[in-house]
C-alpha cells in the first residue's frame, strides 16, 4: 500500500499562483510515478502533470507552461507549483501513484481543494 497525503490547496485570485504538496508513504521508494490529478464535481477526473523517478515529466496541454511538477525522492514527497492560475483551474487536486499506466493510478490521495476567484 502506498498512502499520499496532499496539502496546499486553498483560495487563490486568478493570476496568482499556488504550491501544491504531496507526502508520499515509503512504498513509493520504488520506481514508479507521482502525478497529479484534479476533478471538477460532474466532471470526469482530468489529468495535470505526472514526474516519473528520474525526474522525467508530463504536462496536460491545459497547464503546460503554467505548472511546474518536481518529487524529492529522498523525502518521497511531490510537489506541483500552478502559475498564472484561472478560474477554469478550480477543482479538487489529488496526488497519485503508478508503477504502471500513469492514466490509471493505482493509490489516489484524498485530495485538497484549489479555488481560483475572478
Known amino acids: 500500500q502506498v498512502q499520499l497525503s496532499e496539502s496546499g490547496g486553498g483560495l487563490v485570485q486568478a493570476g496568482g499562483s499556488l504550491r501544491l504538496s504531496c507526502a508520499a508513504s515509503?512504498?513509493?521508494?520504488?520506481?514508479?510515478?507521482l502525478a497529479w490529478f484534479r476533478q471538477v464535481p460532474g466532471k470526469e477526473r482530468e489529468f495535470v502533470a505526472a514526474?516519473?523517478?528520474?525526474?522525467?515529466?508530463f504536462y496536460a496541454d491545459s497547464v503546460k507552461g503554467r505548472c511546474t511538477i518536481s518529487r524529492d525522492n529522498a523525502k518521497n514527497t511531490v510537489n506541483l507549483q500552478i502559475d498564472s492560475l484561472k478560474p477554469e483551474d478550480t477543482a479538487v487536486y489529488y496526488c497519485?501513484?503508478?508503477?504502471?499506466?500513469?492514466?490509471?493510478?493505482?493509490?489516489w490521495g484524498q485530495g485538497t481543494q484549489v479555488t481560483v476567484s475572478s
Open positions: 497519485t501513484f503508478s508503477t504502471g499506466s500513469i492514466a490509471n493510478p493505482s493509490y
Open positions: 514526474i516519473s523517478r528520474s525526474g522525467l515529466t
Open positions: 515509503d512504498r513509493s521508494r520504488s520506481a514508479g510515478t
